[in-house]
């Protein structure tokens, strides 16, 4: 059975930084892909960043470059996203992904076939 289960979602102030996790079960994490998106209310849901299944190669939306950082650690099975000097912007479900095998990662959520539930993250002051 795949799982995909997201922690670290919080309340955080503007300028502030937050680490998502996610812990992948049930398939071969060392040559999967694995993305974050996020919805914000009353929009659709956009990529945030991803990793390649090689771990040599990860990607970035423009919205969050210089900002956001993602790890994929293949002995801890998980995958982790560094989110920093966040945003009001920033608010919204964050979920984790997780797809085949792709050395170039793709930020479109077609390209994969596991989610997590989601975790909240809520930019205020």
């Known amino acids: 059975q795949v799982q995909l289960v997201e922690s670290g979602g919080a309340l955080v102030q503007p300028g502030g930084s937050l680490r998502l996790s996610c812990v992948v079960s049930g398939l071969p994490f060392h040559i999967t892909t694995v993305g974050w998106f996020r919805q914000a209310p009353g929009k659709e849901r956009e990529g945030v960043s991803c990793a390649g299944s090689t771990n040599d190669f990860t990607a970035h939306a423009d919205s969050v470059k210089g900002r956001f950082f993602i790890t994929k650690d293949v002995d801890k099975r998980t995958v982790t996203l560094e989110m920093n000097n966040l945003i009001p912007e920033d608010t919204g479900v964050y979920s984790c992904?997780?797809?085949?095998?792709?050395?170039?990662?793709?930020?479109?959520?077609?390209?994969?076939?596991?989610w997590g539930q989601g975790t909240q993250v809520t930019v205020s002051s």
């Open positions: 992904a997780a797809g085949g095998p792709m050395r170039v990662c793709e930020l479109e959520s077609v390209a994969y076939g596991h």
